[in-house]
């Protein structure tokens, strides 16, 4: 993935707002990035960028080898269909589904001929399968964030990009549910994306992109760093 010189400009009530400023970015396939800074600094906006859930009001931005800034609607939706997977930290389960249909859903829609077998695998995998015929209000916070994983994995997506994954959760439960996330991305491939104020979280990437004002502020090895 590739930003070159993107902004982002939003119209607010008193007028346009500066989200981006000139943000210049390489994602290597596989890597794991974190993306941090304080509250307003423009993490969320970098990620919903690179998802294609925002667009660019400036600059380009490539995934995979397509312009998403160049996309209409209807192809960026297919794009993220078949590439991407995204988990946030509000869960997004549609109520009136089982957590097996939460999951299968979406393949459905993709044209997946074993959407509720694979389904059910990506439930397994999270350690949920006893509760696969449960609706979101009957489990968890932790049990919902499992099933919001399961669904961004199902199509085993090359992207994966995740908002404050553990924001909502208390610390045992969070813990989990990073462990599960960095294990669905060795277990795909994929190449991960966070936005997260959690330290320990950070440290677990190959990168760290600390923002500010929404410009990127610092770049560092999290790994390496937390070697030394």
């Known amino acids: ?30 890597d ?15 990620l919903m ?18 312009d998403l800034t160049a ?13 991407m997977g995204v988990v946030f930290q509000s869960f997004h389960l549609i109520p009136t589904m089982t957590a097996l249909e939460n999951v299968a859903t979406p393949l459905e829609l993709a044209g997946v ?15 949920l399968s006893a509760r696969a015929d449960h609706y979101p209000a009957q489990l968890s916070g932790g049990e919902q964030q499992r099933v919001a994983l399961a669904r961004a994995a199902a199509p085993r997506p090359e992207i994966l990009l995740a908002d404050e994954p553990t924001g909502n959760l208390d610390g045992a439960t969070g813990e989990a549910i990073m462990e599960l996330l960095f294990g669905l991305r060795d277990r795909h491939g994929s190449t991960l994306v966070l936005v997260t104020h959690a330290p320990e979280l ?14 990127i502020e610092a770049e560092e090895s999290a790994q390496r760093e937390a070697a030394e």
Do not use: Q, W
Request: overall charge neutral; some cysteine; glycine content about 14%.
């Open 202 to 215: 950070a440290a677990r990437c190959d990168r760290v992109i600390r923002l500010r004002d929404g410009r």
């Open 49 to 66: 960028l690179m998802g294609g859930l925002e667009r660019a009001t400036g600059g380009s931005v490539t995934a995979l080898g397509h």
């Open 113 to 127: 001929a074993d959407a509720f077998d694979r389904a059910a695998a990506e439930l397994e995998a999270v350690g």
């Open 32 to 46: 794991t990035v974190g993306l941090v800074g304080p509250s307003g600094s423009g993490k969320s906006s970098l």
């Open 1 to 30: 993935m590739s930003l070159r010189d993107v902004e982002l400009r939003l119209d607010g009530n008193a007028g346009p707002v500066e989200i981006l400023h000139g943000i210049t970015l390489d994602v290597v396939r596989g």
């Open 71 to 83: 996309l209409d609607e209807d192809a960026l939706a297919r794009f993220r269909r078949n590439h």
